[in-house]
């Protein structure tokens, strides 16, 4: 089955050190999302990628990067985390209006 | 394993119409199902349901879940052209204190005609 696959499912790391999770489709979508969701909240778009084209939304803090070396992958690098960071972390798909989520990584912090 | 099945996957009605939108679930641990509606790029949160039979009522939208049965419904009454969206609805699964995963289900398509 087509599907959206995120690695690890929890993440744990430690105050200041970087951090890369990772996102993977089958689906052949050109569109890429990453998403930070914390508690009891909606989805907070971090940024997409579309195809190649890297586009950041403007309150994604500097400490979020994102790479996409080819269709199928994308990777989100946190370069130092901090307390705040600990979330959800979802990636989305999508060649239309309709995206399609992964499971998740939880990320703690400690 | 875990999923959400959301039905139908694609709607089309006329402006003034009611509509229900269904989802389905089976999870280990259920915590939660949440209703999301999504136009452009992020989701819109909707509602969050934990109790069953209780009825979450926000303008001309409203949500149930039932437990026993595994099952949610979104209504949404006079619909209107600004309605039309992606409604996802999300089970939030966990174990013991720690925080839940989320599992989507692939959302219904909802187009309003005018």
């Known amino acids: 089955d087509a599907m959206v696959i995120q690695n690890p499912r929890y993440q744990v790391t430690q105050f200041g050190k970087p951090v890369t999770l990772s996102c993977s489709q089958t689906l052949n979508h050109n569109v890429m999302y990453w998403y930070q969701q914390k508690s009891s909240q909606a989805p907070k778009l971090l940024f997409h990628y579309y195809d190649k084209d890297f586009n950041n939304e403007a309150d994604t803090p500097d400490n979020f990067q994102s790479r996409r070396p080819n269709t199928s992958f994308c990777f989100l690098d946190i370069r130092s985390p901090g307390l705040g960071d600990a979330a959800m972390y979802l990636c989305?798909?999508?060649?239309?209006?309709?995206?399609?989520f992964g499971p998740g990584t939880r990320l703690t912090v400690t | 394993e875990d999923k959400v099945v959301q039905s139908p996957l694609s709607l089309v009605v006329h402006e003034g119409d009611t509509v229900t939108l269904n989802c389905s679930y089976e999870?280990?641990?259920?915590?939660?199902l949440l209703w999301y509606k999504q136009e452009k790029k992020a989701p819109t949160f909707l509602f969050m349901l934990t109790s069953s039979g209780i009825e979450k009522k926000s303008g001309r939208l409203s949500s149930i879940l039932d437990k026993k049965e595994l099952f949610s419904i979104l209504n949404i009454t006079a619909t209107q052209t600004g309605d039309s969206a992606v409604y996802l609805c999300a089970v939030e699964a966990g174990y013991g204190g720690s925080q839940g995963n989320l599992i989507f289900g692939k959302g219904t398509k909802l187009s309003v005609k005018p």
């Open positions: 989305a798909t999508s060649r239309d209006i309709r995206q399609y």
């Open positions: 999870v280990t641990n259920f915590r939660s």
